[in-house]
């Protein structure tokens, strides 16, 4: 199996859609920091194939294949094996209750020459050759016809747990042993006697259930034979008398059957025209109908006369006048004589407004007069308060003055000094302007009150005009709408006559609704008796229609009374000479009985004869019996033949459990699965000792005595020292060496052509010097140069991956791993 292309999302680290192309890489690294995802590219490789991963421990750990957080991983890989081109793909989903399964897995074998860049153009499944496999359960078989090596030899072969071999080399003998047992498979031989064991304790219980099942088998002897054969002559001897006898028990039978047949049918007919008779109250169904329909005449004709005189009324009424339009006159006059009193009386209110409003406006302008003069007062009586004010301001001066003294207003020289006045002005002055102010604020006050007055009257005396004005208008329209009225009581007259005319009408139509629902009454009571007329004719014909085949009388449809009478007194003649013929029918009947019970005994006596008992169907038990006696010989043939089967069966398990007991006999001493080891470990060191000397250039062989390993070298005149005296580097060649030729060894023991094209080295190597690590390199080197195998390693060293033709970088960030390729 040699890998070519890995597409990986949603896989472990690799969230993102990310691809591996090994094409022309015979030798590659996977390098990068620890945890960057490197182990996780052969973990995919192994996974596409086998749907399982070493590092998993088994195929439960499914859910590790899924991305944190993603619902779906898939991953594809095309390989070449054999020759032959193969793409393996599996999916894993998640589910919403968080469960992990595989979602679909597929093997498909691609054409020749296909080229494997296409997969990047989006080609269908349907495009990359034959389906080999579509669901995980055939997967297993196919990955194991194409790569020729199931899950375990794979991860020994191809995918090589190296520290495995490491420790495979320094182990003690007990555990070498065991890891032998298990890489190549030799608990086969345990299972083998386990599954011996097993078969000869399932021959020994075989041979118990045989034994049990013959010593059930006691009536198989000669005598029971016998009696078999004789109980099948005695019944064939049965059936042939039943045959002789059974046509007089047919005949016998058909005889009674038809006299009690005849004997039913004349009681039949009896039974039937004694049942005609004339029912109650016929006579009376045919006056009842005809009253009936005189009735329903008479109330059709008091309808039609209710109608004309109703029709004739309507009349009548129509050709009088409109009485809505004499009603409406009639008020019209009403709202005339109504208005022409409202406008008299608004007209004297409105006469009597104007003269107020006259007498408020002269009062209005003799409050205002007043007013001004009230305003002209409190205007002189504010200048008497100012001059006083000055008068005491000039006195308060002069006491200041002197006669030739400078005027301290005027700065002119003071001729004489006035006299100074003995009383102030002022309080006097500014009592009568208060007085005056208190006038005029009165005043005011009057002239608003008067203003507030008028304005209200003359509102009053604006609705009143208004008023009158529509009032007005109105008599005018009610005088033209009155132009023509012949007056109030000609029109009172009118309504009155047409008030009678309605009354009339409306009890016109009252006798109209009376009457015809007395004519509904009177039809509805005519259908009712023609209906129970018309089902006693139906009854009639019934009861003629049940006796027609005897021939009854003819029937007059005029008089149903009549024609029930002529019926029923034919009935009665037919009913008694029927009556008179049934006597001599009966005791034909009875005979027949007789004769039948006859032969029915000589039956019954001959099968208690042959000790079976009475039958009702003595054919039908006649031939059961013979099926039955025959059936009984022939079990006792077949047991018979079983019997002997049985013995034959009891021989064959006698000589398995012999068999199967030896052979645990011989798997349970450990000398077999001894033998066995020490011939693989002898190939297993043979294989391997050539490999080495060939890593080693010729340095080293390797030999194993009593179990333990040691090398052989000849760069030391072929001293033979302990594989635990070997450097890290030898140390590894020698691992290696033993991997490779336990995966050679592995691949032989395959059922199927294993196809060894590539080895996987899933090791870390940051723990070797740098001796040890510059051996390892070259022993790579020298492996890949072989040309047989791709070889690819996983290293976070970056001296060994320098020395590494293709690299493969794995890095990986918050989100995802990626991998870039580099190097030739």
Sequence with gaps: MRPLRLDMAGFTVFRDETTVDFTDADFFALVGPTGSGKSTVLDAICFALYGQVPRWGSSRGIANALSPSATEARVRLVFESGGARYVATRVVRRDSRGNVKTGGAGLQQMPDNFDVSKLDTGMTPEDLGDVLAGTPAEMDEAIQHAVGLPYEQFTSCVLLPQGQFADFLHAKPATRQQILVNLLGLHVYEDIQKRATARAQQADADLRAVDQLLAGLDDTSDEALAGAVARVDAMLALAALVATVAPELQQAQRAATEAAAGLTALDDE??????????????ALASAAADARDAAAAAVDAVTAAEEREEKLRGELAATGDPAALRLLLRAHEEHSSVTAEAASLQEGLTAATTEHRSAAAALEKARAAALRTAAELESARHAYQDAQAADRAGALRVHLHAGAPCPVCEQPVVSVPAVPATSAVPAAEKAGHAAKAADEKAQAQVAEREKAARALERTLDRARAQHEQLASRLAALGAQLANSPGVTALRRELETLAGLQKSLDAAVAALKTAREQARTATAARSAAEQRLTAAWREFDVARDAVARFAPPAASRDDLADSWSTLADWSATEVASRRSARTDLAASAADADAAVTAVRARLDAAFVDAEQPAPDDHVRAATVAVERATAAHQRVEERRAQ?????????????????????????????????????????????????????????????????????????????????????????????????????????GMSTSAASLESILLDEGFGTLDAATLDTVAATLEGLAARGDRMVGVVTHVPALAERVPVRFDVTKDARSAHITRSGI
Excluded: C, M
Excluded at 685 to 701: H, K, M, N, P, T
Excluded at 707 to 717: L, Q
């Design 643 to 747: 019997a002997q089967g049985l013995l034959d069966k009891r021989t064959a398990h006698e000589h398995d459990s012999q068999v199967a007991k030896a052979l645990a006999g011989h798997l349970r001493a450990n000398n077999f699965e001894r033998w066995l080891l020490e011939e693989a470990l002898d190939l297993l060191v043979e294989g391997a000792s050539r490999i080495l000397r060939e890593l080693s250039a010729g340095q080293y062989d390797l030999v194993h005595e009593k179990g333990e390993f040691s090398v052989v070298d000849h760069h030391d005149a072929g001293l033979r020292r302990g594989v635990r005296t070997l450097s890290g580097g030898e140390t590894f060649q020698a691992s290696l060496a033993l991997a490779l030729a336990l995966a050679e060894q592995l691949a």
């Design 270 to 283: 009896i039974a039937l025209l004694d049942r005609v008779r004339a029912p109650r109250g016929v006579a």
